[in-house]
């Protein structure tokens, strides 16, 4: 069956350290994928996608994610994260052949001073 | 200019009474889709719309009917709420070539029944 996994539920980090965010996905064929960002109350806002092409793809607000087939996996990063950075962060995909955007559970990601 | 806007922000009701939610797009988007997001957080797509043509319609209540007059507006009419239907609930878009340039996401509307 298709489906997006985000393995972390909650990760909690340190300021200044760095953060990666998992995402494992299973479909057929590689899909379209996102990363979201939602602050507490707002709403989902887009950090970064990818399509095809070189599989490094940066985002806003500093964020970078790598794509690798082999694993099924496309998993964000931060180097130094912020304390704005504390956040829900939702992996998504969606077939190349559909428009169905699926989410995985989320990470909700807590920043220590 | 906002781009997806969802009305109410918030909505507040009790058990029984029908509410509606409205969602307009100003990008020009050809589909529209309505998400819900549960007390875990989870986001389920409900609906979907390209161009005033339900094309995605998951496992939802009856109770719950969308309706699109034209491809900028997608409503979601709820009948009958139940304590259950209590979330937050999203409208978004996306445009043909969706690789490329995403989905955009309003800023939900909260619904509380009571």
């Known amino acids: 069956a298709q489906s997006v996994t985000q393995p972390d539920i909650h990760i909690t980090v340190s300021e200044g350290a760095s953060l990666e965010l998992r995402c494992n996905y299973s479909?057929?064929?590689?899909?379209?994928l996102f990363w979201y960002v939602q602050s507490p109350g707002q709403g989902l806002q887009l950090l970064l996608k990818y399509f095809s092409g070189d599989t490094l793809v940066q985002g806003i607000k500093g964020f970078e994610a790598e794509f690798k087939r082999s694993q099924s996996s496309f998993n964000l990063r931060k180097p130094s994260v912020h304390w704005s950075d504390a956040a829900e962060y939702f992996c998504a995909v969606v077939p190349w052949a559909g428009n169905k955007l699926t989410f995985g559970g989320g990470t909700r990601v807590l920043v220590k001073p | 200019d906002t781009a997806v806007s969802q009305t109410p922000k918030y909505l507040v009701t009790q058990m029984g009474n029908d509410k509606s939610i409205k969602c307009e797009q100003n990008l020009g988007h050809d589909t529209m889709y309505w998400y819900k997001q549960d007390s875990k957080k989870f986001l389920k797509i409900m609906f979907s719309?390209?161009?005033?043509?339900?094309?995605i319609n998951e496992t939802v209540p009856n109770r719950f009917s969308p309706k699109s007059p034209d491809k900028a507006h997608l409503n979601l009419h709820i009948n009958s709420l139940e304590l259950g239907d209590s979330a937050v609930y999203f409208c978004a878009s996306s445009p043909r070539d969706r690789g490329n340039y995403g989905y955009t996401f309003g800023s939900g509307t909260r619904l509380t029944v009571v």
């Open positions: 719309y390209n161009n005033k043509e339900l094309i």
């Open positions: 479909y057929g064929a590689t899909p379209y």
